[in-house]
């Protein structure tokens, strides 16, 4: 499929492209630098308490460490003198040959520099790139440079948390009316879908510093809080998608796939999703969740930060109980914590009997090879999964609805092609749609954008707000399977 307008790249000095190549990857690539330099530090700390074959062992390490610090500023000084990408080097993962034939197409048309490659495509390689400096080494393999990160913003996101586990808790008492009831049923689960919604808000890549406020706000989620945002989701097919859901009543195992975006709080409101899902309505039996197996637009969701997730909303020391001013967030009631704790329970017990599902195994290491699961950190948009992924699209036909969170998703969904923003989605993701229920919940966070109305995009690219990626502005989007 080829879309009829070319990708978001970095020609337009305005475009968000731009401010990305410019400022936001060389603040990443420094994070990975800075986050191995402590790494490093931390080990050379240890050594006078170890013996010689161990010194000998870590030293080895730290000299690893201060070699991904050379490439990955090799990187940077790159980007910033439009040098050529180089290839991905040959490491035993999936994917190089992919990443390197597209680069190989690029070098012909001579776009091959740092400032001329499409956003898209290099966005994904320049992850993938990084993997393959620890993954050619004896002892970062398994290295998250990103893990640090995700969990101190999910530790500072308690009170959204202990708020929604008391939400979910009050659902408990109401659940004979709701379930009798789909009109009220609906203004739960309108609710949670916008719950889920601006879960995505809180993303590392785009939030380079976020202070404990920045975080609280970004994550309000009261009634109140919502009906203030609701005026923000550009295009909402909540509707369309409470008709789809009630369509399944009575279909034995009905399925919903969540195609993960970032780890922590919007995980977790992916999990109290699902957990809505399956519990309060009678329409979904079984919920399938889809991680990155690459450290992935830094705070995506690996195989193992799934499975820290509810070890880590179970222990009673994850969040931080002190009133300092970095983390004034968890004087939870002794409720809260028992609401949260139940609510947990519940889903580990789903994970045991398999009605919340990983689409891999959950202890899979970082960079294992999955024929299904390595197409989501391949560079491609999702529009030929038919073709470049037929098991994982052969796997999606099955589900009654798939779920793409946030904003990568969108991009891929849509190629991240300049559509114009009236395109419908439909239209947008070509040859998938139709194919399986599809459901993008995206708050703006890239240039591309479609199923607006063009007055619409007119008056707000006029006003002069960062509309189409501030993260202020969102879209729900549903495409039905065809009959
Ligand atoms: O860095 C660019 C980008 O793709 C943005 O479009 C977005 O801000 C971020 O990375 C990823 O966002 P999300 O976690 O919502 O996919
Ligand atoms: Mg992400």
Known sequence: FEAPYPPWDFTDRNSFAFETVIKRWPVILTGIIDNIYCRNHDLGVSLPSK??????????????????????????????????????????????????????????????????????YSECYLYRLVRSFFVQTKYWKDYDPFLQQKEATFQKSSKAIYQLATTMHELEGDKDSLVSDPDNLKVIFKEMIQMCLWGNATD????????????????????????????????????????????????ADSRVDFVLDNAGFELFTDFVFADFLVTYTPYVSKVVFHPKLIPWFVSDVTPADFKSA????????????????????????????????????????????????LSVPIDYPLGASDVKANFWTSPYPYWNMEKLAPELFADLRQSSLAIFKGDLNFRKLTGDVQWPPSTPFETAIGPIAGKFPILSLRTNKADVIVAVDDEVAKKLDASGEKWRYNGKYALVLFQPKAE
């Open 51 to 120: 013996s010689p074959e161990e010194t000998a062992l870590i030293e080895e390490q730290i000299t690893e460490g201060k070699k991904i610090i050379n490439e990955v500023g090799q990187i940077k000084y790159d980007m910033a003198r439009d040098r050529a990408l180089p290839r991905i080097p040959d490491d035993g993962e999936a994917l190089t040959d992919v990443y390197n034939a597209e680069l190989d197409r690029l070098t012909e048309k001579k776009q091959n520099t740092w400032l001329r490659v499409p956003w898209l």
């Open 204 to 251: 590392l890549s785009m939030l380079t510093h976020l202070t404990h406020e920045d975080i609280q706000h970004l994550q309000s989620v009261g009634k109140d809080a919502q009906a203030a945002r609701a005026e923000y989701i550009l295009r909402d097919d909540q509707e369309k998608v409470w008709n789809h859901l009630m369509s399944l009543a009575g279909k």
């Open 310 to 357: 509810t070890k880590s909303l179970l222990s009673p020391t994850f969040f931080p109980e002190d009133n300092t001013s970095d983390a004034p967030a968890a004087t939870a009631s002794k409720e809260s914590r028992e609401h949260l704790y139940t609510m947990v329970k519940r889903w580990e017990s789903y994970i045991q009997s398999g009605v919340f599902s």
